[in-house]
């Protein structure tokens, strides 16, 4: 058997929108089942997003502190944000996004993992980067304000082992962080030569 998630759409007999907001939609499809039955489906309408494993020459992953309302938490995870730009190439957004959180740019660019990241419940996207060739930004050429959640946000440089360990043992929880990190450590194994290119396309 090919293990390999493959496009398909069943039939959606009736649509209800039950909430659209600043960022997200909730919709309930009634799809149309084996054996010609029908069930409801709640989901989240999401635009997608990216996030970014910035791994410098030493090994160490570059990591940031945000507080997250829903789960009353301040979590660490990696630089990240929602494709908030129609049409952008992915790899910008997730250059953008390390620039504006962090204050670093890449010279180098991989797809190192991509995730759908609850299928049961929402439609999301989420394309995780390997950057790597890392240098600051100087601060006179980064104009970006940080706003709300981000104000104060604390940047770590963290031995990728070590996140590595933290994940497993139930220190960190945010999944595309945890994704991003066991994927890089993954891929180091083969010197990172099985990653996919920067624009590669999306399934």
Do not use: C
């Amino acid at each position: 058997m090919n293990v390999e998630d493959t496009p398909e759409s069943w039939d959606v007999v009736d649509s209800k929108h039950r909430f659209k907001g600043y960022v997200i939609e909730v919709v309930t499809d009634t799809v149309k089942m084996p054996r010609d039955e029908v069930a409801d489906r709640d989901y989240v309408v999401h635009p997608g997003a990216v996030a970014v494993v910035a791994l410098d020459e030493h090994d160490r992953v570059l990591m940031i502190r945000q507080y997250r309302h829903p789960t009353r938490h301040l979590m660490w995870e990696l630089p990240a944000g929602i494709r908030d730009v129609a049409g952008e190439p992915l790899v910008t957004t997730a250059a953008r996004e390390l620039a504006e959180e962090a204050g670093y740019r890449a010279g180098t660019w991989y797809t190192l993992v991509d995730l759908r990241s609850s299928p049961g419940m929402t439609d999301e996207r989420v394309r995780v980067f390997l950057a790597r060739g890392l240098s600051r930004i100087p601060d006179e050429e980064n104009g970006f304000v940080h706003r709300h959640e981000e104000i104060d946000m604390p940047v770590e440089w963290v031995p990728l082992a070590d996140a590595v360990e933290k994940a497993l043992m139930g220190m960190i929880h945010n999944s595309s962080t945890v994704a991003g990190i066991l994927a890089a450590y993954a891929a180091s194994v083969e010197g990172h030569a099985l990653l996919r290119p920067a624009d590669a396309p999306e399934a």
